[in-house]
């Protein structure tokens, strides 16, 4: 745990924020309101799990969303993942939706022009400039041949997967995000799979002895998840065996990407299906260690192997080091992790007010996001079962279930608050993929949801206590042109927030780019600090806040305008 | 009237309350100890075979992976070469070392020393047959390596997982043992609530027939004693107004009559000696003072007993002496009639009579009031008779302190009256007897 070292420092320079320092934090009202509109913004879309009464598999798991900017225009477009029929069962042709942002709160389907209206049984989405040429590239995955669509920088993308090096390979691959592990300034690639499935050897489960029913996961071998190394010539290079993240026992659902022990190299949280999570720890040579087990997050505090579905991590209590959130199965409660000095975790859920109210609840897509701009990062959640015939097994749990926000009251504790949010967001869904963005660009983080074989929902958050906020989008010149891996530090009156540049997390979904930090009334920040994956600090002092600003990466700061 | 020797249910009742904490203390006493045996059990045996079976399902889900990792292997179904199972092979070793240390720290006491070095050899030549199958593979002999993972590993994985399962039986009926003990433990408990439950409701029980009987012969008792008291209450006023009479009558009569010839005899004495001398002036003063004095007896002989009420009944009484008592205390008496009189009983018009008087010296004694109203009225059913004042108030609470107060409801009671005191809103004090009519009009029925 050599790389801890640095951690007692970056604790330093993250005192917690005094008690009531920051407005609009309060346990009775959120501060902000999510409207949706899904339907205002003309987003018409619809998961197809191609479910025809075979219950197979992959059906249960729903797809996952993405905000990116794929005409580099400055406003965040909309992707949203979706299966297909099965081969024997055709009926209808389904395909993903790329949702162009029309700067007006509306949305333009740009899918057929996009060249992405390509039929695929789709689940996840992973967005990365992986060839820096300053357009971003999506890799969906898939139940079968995962795809890598390379963005021409003509608002079409061309499917490469073939040339790239990754077809050839079938598997039911789930949540995936790109990376710089080795920081060599290329994007590399984590996909995580789930079991050993295909539809030919599908097993027969049933509850009834007579019926058909899905299967859990114990019925199917597990699935190593594959780590690709970017060689900067479009190809990838499998380093799975090579660098140590083989395992053919794992389930994998959610990865999240978190600087585990600040030491500037980014480590990977997989969240496994009733097996143990796996916190891979980057040793700088091109190889990981799986340390989950030490640092107590691979299993419950009763040490058992839950159902992990969507996984975030961010420094949600202000230590200096990032905390993890993983959702899991109903009567399993979500996982809060906090950090401790010594590289452990404690599940501080139950003590923290998320355990129990997530008792009944089968959470997929998580994001840790400051909703109510109050400086502290509340966390949001999508639910929804598996089962549609829950109810009658389980009186208090149910198909659809109304997705959470646990607003952090910034001192340890969260009260979920959906309620006060508005009539639509707390409705029961069959909740899965989650992601978020500042799609209309005011300055607060706005929510996309798919549900499973359902619609997908388009929440805008509507402050109403007047927080401010700031936000940066990076571009990196030596370091990936995305900037992921880059941390964020913003200081203000003593206080210290920051923010990992990151892809992946929550679940089959994929967030924006640019970072926001909420500042409450403050009006101004002292001071933010960047540091690139390359290696290099930058820190650009007295910024005001309510403000978007452009940061290159060795070419300074510029403001984008007023939210 | 014989009064039986009562003894008082405080000494019993005291006896069954110090009997009663007494065995709650004992209870509490034994359950204490009851909880605190099933604590002990529970986190030395149970829980501690709880944690200790908690670790042999990790060290039997590891040897599970590893299974599960040997057969993948043989499968060769991967695009990795042999090696690539080595990190997960490092994985599941450095979890199961770690979950085998932490068992043997929880199952020192039941474990046998041969079956703790059975379980190390066996896990040592697991891990001698896996680190060669690497080396193998290393070497690039995948098929020798396949075919030692076929004939050592497998084997070897297989003892272990017997070795684990049985020690997971013996935990298991280590546990069930427990289980009978605990169970044991709350019979046993259960069975003293239940007694201390029978006990306790029976010594409510007794206690509250001893209660029932102790109070119905305490009421019993002051029944008597109030009747005793009413008794002796009806006899003194008796004997006191026969006696009043008596008096009354032989003032009237003999004394009256005395006085009345010393008088005649006086005047015709006067008459013989001449006007003017001495002796006639002082025959004239003795005169005057045997006058003055048949006056005065006469007036004490009305106070003991009017005798007009046995002649012309209580409302000439009341005419003649509300006038008196104005004069003789100054208080300004309105005196109301109403309804149509009917006669009354001379033993029932005393009683009246006595109580106006009573009344009426409470309001000149205590009230301080200088008006006063009587009200006498009659009605079908009863005779009304109502007194008020509107003074300080207080008057029934002042004159509770003498017996005049007993003394008038005894007298409404021998009437099968009733009195009652209460407040005017106007302050001070309303006396008011009601007598009813059956049983007290003279001449009825």
């Known amino acids: 745990m050599a790389g801890l070292a640095a951690s007692p420092r970056a604790r330093a320079n993250h005192q917690l924020l005094a008690p009531g320092a920051i407005a609009g934090q309060s346990g009775a009202t959120p501060g902000f309101r999510l409207v949706d509109v899904t339907n205002a913004a003309g987003i018409q879309f619809r998961h197809h799990s191609g479910a025809y009464g075979g219950k197979l598999l992959p059906e249960t798991l729903g797809s996952g969303c993405a905000f990116l900017d794929y005409d580099a225009d400055g406003w965040q477009d909309m992707l949203l993942i979706n299966g297909m029929d099965w081969p024997q069962h055709k009926r209808q042709r389904t395909t993903l939706r790329l949702y162009r942002n029309n700067r007006d709160g509306t949305f333009s389907d740009v899918t057929r022009r996009a060249g992405l209206d390509v039929e695929m049984y789709g689940m996840g989405v992973a967005v990365g400039d992986y060839n820096n040429d300053g357009f971003p590239d999506i890799l969906v995955t898939c139940v079968g041949q995962n795809r890598l669509f390379r963005n021409t920088g003509k608002g079409a993308f061309t499917d490469v997967t073939h040339s790239s090096g990754l077809d050839g390979r079938l598997a039911f691959s789930t949540s995936a995000l790109w990376f710089d592990y080795d920081r060599d300034g290329l994007l590399d690639l984590f996909v995580c799979n789930y079991v050993k499935w295909s539809a030919e050897h599908d097993v027969f489960c049933s509850l009834d002895g007579k019926h058909k029913s899905y299967c859990t996961p114990e019925a199917y071998r597990g699935e190593t998840c594959w780590l690709f190394h970017n060689r900067g010539d479009g190809t990838f290079e499998d380093v799975t065996a090579k660098c140590g993240i083989f395992d053919t026992s794992s389930k994998s659902l959610g990865v999240a990407m978190l600087d585990y022990d600040r030491d500037g190299w980014p480590d990977l949280l997989v969240a496994n299906d009733t097996q143990p999570n796996k916190l891979y720890r980057n040793q700088r040579n091109g190889t990981f260690k799986d340390v989950a087990v030490e640092a107590g997050i691979a299993f419950s505090a009763e040490g058992k192997a839950r159902a992990g579905m969507g996984v975030d991590a961010a420094d949600f209590d202000h230590s200096g080091l990032p905390g993890v959130a993983i959702t899991n199965f109903d009567n399993e409660m979500i996982g809060l992790y906090r950090p401790a000095a010594n590289g452990t975790y404690n599940d501080v859920a139950v003590q923290a007010g998320v355990g129990l109210a997530s008792q009944n609840t089968l959470g997929f897509g998580c994001a840790f996001l400051d909703a109510n701009l109050d400086g502290a990062l509340d966390l949001v959640v999508a639910n929804g079962h598996i089962d549609d015939t829950v109810r009658n097994i389980r009186g208090n749990v149910g198909y659809a279930q109304p997705p959470q926000i646990f607003l952090n009251n910034g001192q340890g504790k969260f009260q979920d608050v959906a309620a006060s949010t508005g009539d639509g967001f707390i409705q029961p869904k069959v909740g899965r993929g989650l992601c978020y963005a500042d799609f209309d660009r005011d300055g607060d983080l706005d929510i996309l949801m798919t549900t499973n074989n359902g619609p997908a929902y388009l929440y805008r958050n509507d402050q109403q206590t007047g927080n401010h906020s700031i936000r940066f989008r990076l571009t990196g010149t030596k370091s990936n042109r995305d900037a992921i891996g880059a941390m964020v530090r913003v200081e203000h009156e003593g206080s210290t927030q920051e923010r990992l540049v990151k892809g992946g997390s929550s679940y089959l979904s994929q967030s924006e780019l640019p970072v926001t930090f909420g500042l409450g009334k403050r009006d101004k920040i002292d001071r933010v600090t960047i540091e690139w994956p390359s290696g290099k600090p930058e820190e650009y002092k007295s910024l005001a806040a309510g403000q978007s600003y452009d940061c290159i990466e060795g070419k300074g700061i510029t403001p984008q305008g007023h939210f | ?445």
């Open chain 2, 1 to 445: 009237m014989a009064r039986s020797p009562q003894r008082s249910p405080t000494t019993a009742l005291s006896l069954g309350l110090i009997i009663t904490i007494a065995a709650v203390v004992a209870y509490s006493w034994y359950i204490t100890l009851q909880i605190s045996h099933l604590r002990e059990l529970q986190n030395n045996l149970v829980e501690h075979n709880r944690r200790d079976s908690l670790q042999l399902l990790r060290v039997q889900n590891d040897l599970n992976s590893l299974g599960l990792a040997m057969r993948d292997m043989l499968d060769n179904d991967e695009p990795y070469p042999l090696t690539a199972w080595s990190a997960q092979f490092q994985r599941i070793r450095t979890d199961l070392d770690s979950a085998l240390q932490a068992e043997a720290q929880l199952s020192i006491a039941r474990r046998t020393p041969e079956q703790t070095q059975y379980l190390k050899d066996s896990l040592a030549q697991f891990w001698d047959a896996a680190d060669r199958t690497f080396a193998l593979a290393q070497a690039g002999k995948d098929a020798e390596a396949r075919e030692q993972i076929r004939l050592s590993l497998q084997a070897r994985q297989s003892t272990l997982n017997t070795a684990v399962s049985r020690l997971l039986v013996q935990n298991n009926e280590s546990e069930q043992q427990a289980s009978t003990q605990v169970a044991q433990i709350y019979d046993r408990v259960q069975s003293q609530v239940y007694r201390f439950l029978t006990a306790t409701l029976t010594a409510i029980l007794l206690t509250s027939l001893y209660l029932i009987r102790a109070n119905r012969q305490l009421f019993a008792r002051i029944e008597a004693l109030s009747q005793q008291r009413s008794e002796l209450a009806q006899k003194l006023i008796s004997s006191q107004e026969s006696m009043l009479r008596s008096i009354s009558r032989e003032l009237h009569d003999e004394f009256g009559q005395i006085l009345t010839a010393i008088g005649s005899l006086l005047t015709r004495s006067e008459k013989r000696i001449p006007e003017g001398s001495a002796l006639h002036t002082d025959l004239r003063e003795v005169r005057d003072i045997a006058q003055s004095t048949l006056n005065n007896v006469r007036s004490l002989s009305q106070a003991l007993h009017p005798v007009m009420l046995d002649e012309t009944g209580l409302e000439s009484t009341m005419d003649w002496y509300i006038p008196t008592v104005e004069k003789q205390t100054g208080i300004d008496i309105s005196y109301q009639k109403s309804g149509v009189p009917f006669a009354l009983d001379g033993g029932a018009a005393i009683h009246i009579y006595r109580v106006l008087q009573e009344a009426l010296n409470n309001v000149a004694r205590h009230s301080g009031a200088r008006e006063a109203q009587v009200r006498l009225q009659f009605s079908a059913e009863a005779l009304d008779l109502e007194v008020e004042d509107h003074g300080k108030g207080g008057v029934a609470l002042a004159a509770r302190s003498g017996i005049g107060l007993v003394a008038m409801r005894e007298r409404a009671e021998l009437l099968r009256g009733t009195l009652e005191f209460s407040q005017p809103a106007e302050g001070g004090t309303l006396v008011h007897m009601r007598v009813p009519r059956e049983g007290n009009e003279a001449n009825a029925g």
